[in-house]
């Protein structure tokens, strides 16, 4: 897995050459360890282009669940205390 500066050396390299084999063979010249594959040198490209950053995002996590359902759900298991989780979904 390249490092940060690593991709960013890709995505220079890519932005100046346009040839991904190009820059697979700066990148052994330069680092001396195998190049990155040709769909990721693209894809850091893409995101760099559309986004401005190589960074990856945060996930989000979980959605949050509404009142109303955690309620309901509540509700079931009240009436019915013995139901399993699969019979009730």
């Known amino acids: 897995m390249a490092n940060g500066a690593e991709k960013a050396f890709c995505v220079l390299a890519f932005h100046e050459t346009k040839s991904v084999v190009t820059v697979q063979r700066q990148f052994r ?3 001396g360890k195998t190049p990155p594959s ?4 693209r894809a850091w490209y893409e995101r760099f282009v559309t986004e401005g950053c190589l960074c990856k995002h945060k ?3 979980r959605s ?3 009142a109303a359902t955690v309620e309901a759900v509540r509700q079931t298991f009240a009436r ?4 399993s989780v699969r019979r009730a979904s």
């Open 38 to 41: 040709k769909p990721a040198i």
């Open 59 to 61: 996930s989000v996590g």
């Open 29 to 31: 010249g330069k680092y």
């Open 64 to 66: 949050p669940v509404s």
């Open 80 to 83: 019915s205390p013995r139901k």
